[in-house]
């Protein structure tokens, strides 16, 4: 990067050699120089010589409350990570006139009564998982989901308030998807359930948390979440884009030298030097590929690429190359209507 630590130019910058040369002195660098076009990596949006534009996405760090159907999502880059809480109809209810609301979960790609779930993380009765809810009983509505949900809880699996029987519905449930896991079923509420929690209780505890936001939004005491609001927004800058590119080039490369050591190794020489097989030119030219063309490895979808993430940068006066390097790029669409106020 231009003007960066490594870069030349910072050391004859300081002597003033840059300037007697002719460079501009309200150039700041923070770009890029490739194949001769100046390329830049900023904090987001497209721009015009390539500029490298930092993304704007979704917040993946906080529950997000929708109303259409409700749910309390807890979100993950990684699909077997992340957790759904829906508050919807029963359907198999047999009085099709008053179908009370039920509480179920996805995970794993399953759906499983949260009542059971919560028997099956160590819950001992109905009045602890009502405090975990934090539920005081004054709202009819809600109370009659929560009755209904045991009901639909006691239904699909008989005698869940003993552990093991909700343990063996969750691992029932669980090994009966498409693609099951291979870990047992402790070691998937370990592993896939809220994994930045240890202890089962603090599980427990942070689902009855999810429970009672998704309530408070249902009773219309909370809000639910805008996408379009800036509080959900966060920035991938230049560092974050930078180091998932080459992620994927040093996998590859990883695998190219992997290949070669296992053929030199079916004959009967030694192995040589790791210089011998690493071919670094595949993250030479890879990462020179993706600032010429703009198509940047996607977040979490291996085999897809984004585009629009290189852009030129102007060099018109000093300030469209400022103005260039702090656009940024929305990775969703916008959903408000135009002329929509997007703060809290």
Known sequence: MVKSVLCNTTEKGKNGESYRKGECAFDQGGYFVIKGAEKVITNVKKSVLQVFIAQEQICTKRLWI????????????????????????????????????????????????????????????????????????GDASITNSVVASIQEADSVCEDFRHGRNALAYVEQQIKGTKFPPGESVDECLSLYLFPGLKSLKQKARFLGYMVKCLFSAYAGKRKCENRDNF??????????????????????????????????????????????????????????????????????????????????????????????????????????????????
């Open 66 to 137: 929708s109303n259409s159907p409700w749910t309390v999502s807890y979100r993950s880059e990684t699909k077997r990570n992340r957790f759904i809480v829906r508050l919807s109809e029963n359907q198999k209810a047999e009085d099709f006139k008053r179908k009370e609301k039920v509480l179920t979960v996805y995970f794993l790609s399953t759906e499983i009564p949260v009542w059971v779930l919560f028997f099956a993380l160590g819950v001992a009765s109905d009045k602890e998982a009502v405090d975990l809810i934090a539920f005081d009983g």
């Open 231 to 344: 509080r959900n927004k966060r920035i991938e800058l230049a560092g974050e884009l930078l180091e998932r590119e080459l992620r994927v080039h040093l996998a590859h490369a990883r695998r190219t030298m992997t290949k070669a050591m296992q053929r030199h190794l079916t004959g009967d020489g030694d192995l040589k030097p790791i210089e011998h097989y690493l071919d670094a030119s595949i993250i030479t030219n890879g990462l020179s590929r993706a600032f010429s063309t703009g198509a940047w490895c996607h977040p979490f979808r291996k085999m897809e690429r984004v585009s629009g993430v290189v852009a030129n940068l102007g060099r018109a006066n000093p300030l469209q190359s400022l103005i260039d390097l702090r656009r940024t790029r929305q990775q969703v669409l916008y959903t408000g209507r135009v002329g929509d106020a997007r703060y809290p």
